[in-house]
């Protein structure tokens, strides 16, 4: 299992996370998303309307909890039968508020219902920034059979740590796995 060290110890390399949050996102030629971890090439009420031409979303290199804020675990897991790539959206946080995350899986569905490029950007979860040498491309939408998370396949080699994981039963339903 990977574990990030814990506060003053180096993590990933910082020196790749040089982009602030808005002006990554605008690089990539979508709208700066504020405080959400999203954004489209349109405004939300056009993209719900079918007129977004492009999803790009936050990727963190690892998750924290509010109740153990220092125990910091890899974001991105990578199969270890297939070697594939893949980042795991819970569709709920105990303990938080999960606005962002609902409005979060309401953009993937639009995203992946209207076949949009999909793009992921790696953001540092110490320095808030994000690096512009790390987008992903979404291969792929896997939704857990319970409802309670989805996977998104990640195409080509993460440039940070990732836990390596039996990951079948998100690989044998993902149509870019077939």
Same mark, same amino acid.
């Given at each position: 299992? %990977? @574990? !990030?060290?814990? &506060?003053?110890?180096?993590?990933?390399?910082?020196?790749?996370?040089?982009?602030? &949050?808005?002006?990554?996102?605008?690089?990539?030629?979508?709208?700066? $998303?504020?405080?959400? =971890?999203?954004?489209?090439?349109?405004?939300? $009420?056009?993209?719900?309307?079918g007129h977004a031409t492009k999803f790009?979303?936050?990727? =963190?290199?690892? &998750?924290?909890?509010?109740? !153990?804020?220092?125990?910091?675990? %890899?974001?991105?897991?990578?199969?270890? !039968?297939?070697?594939?790539? =893949?980042?795991?959206? !819970?569709?709920?946080? $105990?303990?938080?508020?999960?606005?962002?995350?609902?409005?979060?899986?309401?953009?993937?569905? #639009?995203?992946?219902?209207?076949?949009?490029?999909?793009?992921? #950007?790696?953001?540092?979860?110490? /320095?808030?920034? %994000?690096?512009? /040498?790390? #987008?992903?491309? #979404?291969?792929?939408?896997?939704?857990?059979?319970?409802?309670?998370?989805? =996977?998104?396949?990640?195409?080509?080699?993460?440039? %940070?740590?990732?836990?390596?994981?039996?990951? @079948? @039963?998100? /690989?044998?339903?993902?149509?870019?796995?077939?």
């Open positions: 299992m %990977c @574990h !990030a060290p814990l &506060h003053n110890e180096p993590m990933t390399d910082k020196s790749k996370f040089t982009s602030e &949050h808005n002006a990554a996102y605008l690089q990539q030629d979508v709208l700066a $998303p504020g405080q959400r =971890w999203y954004a489209f090439d349109v405004l939300m $009420p056009l993209a719900r309307k790009v979303m936050t990727l =963190w290199n690892y &998750h924290q909890t509010k109740t !153990a804020p220092v125990v910091r675990e %890899c974001a991105i897991r990578k199969d270890r !039968a297939s070697g594939s790539y =893949w980042y795991r959206v !819970a569709k709920e946080k $105990p303990g938080v508020n999960n606005n962002n995350r609902k409005s979060l899986w309401s953009a993937i569905d #639009i995203a992946n219902n209207d076949g949009l490029p999909m793009f992921g #950007i790696l953001k540092d979860v110490q /320095t808030k920034r %994000c690096s512009l /040498t790390d #987008i992903y491309p #979404i291969a792929d939408v896997v939704y857990e059979q319970d409802g309670s998370a989805l =996977w998104l396949l990640l195409d080509g080699e993460v440039g %940070c740590e990732v836990e390596v994981a039996d990951l @079948h @039963h998100v /690989t044998a339903a993902s149509r870019a796995q077939a």
